[in-house]
Nanobody
């Protein structure tokens, strides 16, 4: 499975942006039964978990984004989206999507098997 993250860009604080994660490759349809997560990395900081959506649509969010970000999935088109509202400068990071066939990884990056290449989000103040 290959994952392609897209949708990043430069936005002003308070505005919104939607990221998309699309699956491809010979077995890309398997992602419909995977949990998919979004992570982000800021230079000089560790990889931070943002949100996860299970195969059944159940969602989990980090406290830093809860109430502002919404993760959703489209199993017809094999995509997962991250709607980001009320963006803050501290949300500036490279955002990665990843899939977890086991469904158990949650916020643990080490439990995700497949990773997208990342998309840069920059929030100006």
């Amino acid at each position: 499975v290959q994952l392609q993250a897209s949708g990043g860009g430069l936005v002003q604080s308070g505005n919104s942006l939607t990221l998309s994660c699309a699956a491809s490759g010979p077995t890309f349809t398997s992602v419909a039964s995977d949990a998919v997560g979004w992570f982000r990395r800021t230079p000089g900081k560790e990889l931070e978990w943002v949100a996860t959506i299970g195969w059944n649509g159940r969602t989990h969010y980090s406290d830093s984004v809860k109430g502002r970000f919404t993760i959703s999935r489209d199993n017809v088109n094999y995509t997962v989206s991250l709607q980001m509202n009320s963006l803050k400068p501290e949300d500036t990071a490279v955002y990665y999507c990843a899939s977890d066939p086991s469904g158990w990884a949650g916020s643990n990056a080490g439990g995700y098997d497949y990773w997208g290449q990342g998309t840069l989000v920059t929030v100006s103040s």
